[in-house]
């Protein structure tokens, strides 16, 4: 029997995955707590004391806990340490979910930054959209800044394969290509 295992990327070390050049730095963000929430944003930002609104693609986020805007009824909260919001639906009309096992996130940094944007995507980070969802490197991500740094969230099945296209892109800007 053949070996499908063979046509997939290995993953690397996870906590000591680490891409350097002179003008790029990625590194794997780890413990992120990480929540999906559906419905009515305005009842997610009473019950939960957090605003409803969330940063867009490229938008910029602040702090220990914040939010990206996914759809107009959607999103991604993140958080350095666990929330204290039950899972599931809330009949104040929003819906919470924990995707922290189901996304990777990596952060990028460093004087080549807008050469690594333009080689994943072709949307202007000078203009941040209204949505953080997006194609880049040819996968759907979830992308924004957080803190001057470029964050990244994938599926967790595709991170190998991102990660392969980052040592990719990083080698041919430090390249000069």
Known sequence: MRDLAEKWSVAPDWQAANITTSDLAVRVVPGLSQMLVSGSLDAWAKTSGMHGDGVGAFGAAQGDRYAARLARDRLLIMSNTPLVIATGWHAEGFAVTEISAGLQVFEVEGAALDAFIARGTTLDPRQPSPSAALAFAGI??????????????????????????????????????
């Open 140 to 177: 759907s991500a979830i992308v924004y800044c957080h803190e001057s740094k470029l964050r990244i969230h994938v599926d967790r099945g595709l991170a190998a394969y991102l990660w392969m296209w980052m040592e990719q892109a990083a080698g041919h800007i430090a390249a000069g290509n």
